[in-house]
């Protein structure tokens, strides 16, 4: 395997990531791998997380093996994709999406690769899915994404998890956001999740139904989950029912980074091995 750096100036500054090759003559298949949630680095490590794995780095490693290539990237802001001035108020969902097409298109103008697949890890899987519909794609690995909006994800994890005095209006605050309604003075207690800087990215975000883009997306699918994932697993089959021609991936004990019982890489190579599947059974189909 050898590796490469990729630097892309864009509009509003300059996305930064990796490309792992294989051994093997071009031209290769290959895999844009979109990471997850919050400030996450091109290897899949959160910055606000005391985070010892490196999923999207593993995935990449393991699918150079099995003959794949893979371009890995450092989100908007995050790492070396710096953005000049860029400020939390100013970001939304779509950016990301964004980032996602400019480097689709920039990897459309090289003949060493066919055209891609969309794997997106957590939040990543909703980027890819949208990113599809747009681009040259061949097929999209959803893996340990959300099946349901994220507010009604949020509302769940904040039920029963806050005292009364907090969750009324925690909840009222949801309701709002989902209207596309600000919340000018949230109480300080709150301000973690509904600071003002915060709600433009959340009204955004809000504004996707999961399932509603799978229906729509007129591409293979493979669906990724962990049975350990209390996060992403329970809009599983709700992801299934919108696509029941999709292929489906239930990984016993695995968490939502991909670990399984402690261990970081446990499941890295159910994935790989799943995505392999996906890419050669697509490499057919245009063939």
Do not use: N
């Not at 990897?107 to 969309?118: S, Y």
């Not at 990543?124 to 097929?139: Q, T, V, Y």
């Amino acid at each position: 395997m050898q590796e490469e750096a990729l630097q892309l100036p864009t509009a509003a500054g300059r996305l930064s990531g990796t490309l792992a090759l294989p051994d093997k003559a071009p031209p290769w298949d290959l895999v844009l791998l979109i990471g997850g949630a919050g400030p996450t680095d091109r290897d899949g490590t959160s910055l606000l997380a005391d985070q010892a794995c490196v999923p999207m780095k593993q995935l990449a490693h393991a699918l150079a093996g099995a003959g794949i290539g893979s371009l890995r990237y450092d989100k908007r802001g995050v790492g070396a994709s710096i953005h000049p001035g860029l400020r939390e108020e100013d970001l939304r969902f779509r950016h990301l999406v964004d980032d996602a097409l400019a480097l689709l298109r920039h990897l459309d103008g090289d003949a060493r690769w066919r055209a891609p697949v969309l794997l997106g890890h957590g939040e990543g899987a909703l980027i890819a899915a949208l990113a599809a519909r747009d681009s040259s794609a061949r097929a999209v690995a959803y893996v340990a994404g959300a099946g349901e909006k994220a507010s009604d994800l949020m509302r769940a994890q904040l039920l029963g998890r806050l005292p009364e005095v907090l969750e009324l209006p925690a909840l009222a605050m949801l309701e709002l956001l989902e209207a596309e309604q600000v919340v000018e003075d949230p109480p300080e207690a709150l301000a973690l999740l509904f600071r003002p800087s915060v709600q433009p990215y959340l009204i955004s975000w809000f504004r996707y139904d999961p399932a509603e883009v799978l229906e729509d997306l007129q591409l293979p699918l493979l669906l990724v989950h962990g049975t350990a994932d209390a996060q992403a697993m329970p809009g599983a089959r709700r992801l299934q029912a919108a696509r029941p021609d999709a292929r489906m991936l239930l990984v016993e004990g695995m968490d939502h980074a991909l670990a399984i019982g402690g261990d970081a890489e446990g499941g890295v190579g159910r994935i790989a091995a799943a995505v392999t599947e996906l890419v050669r059974s697509v490499q057919v189909e245009v063939a």
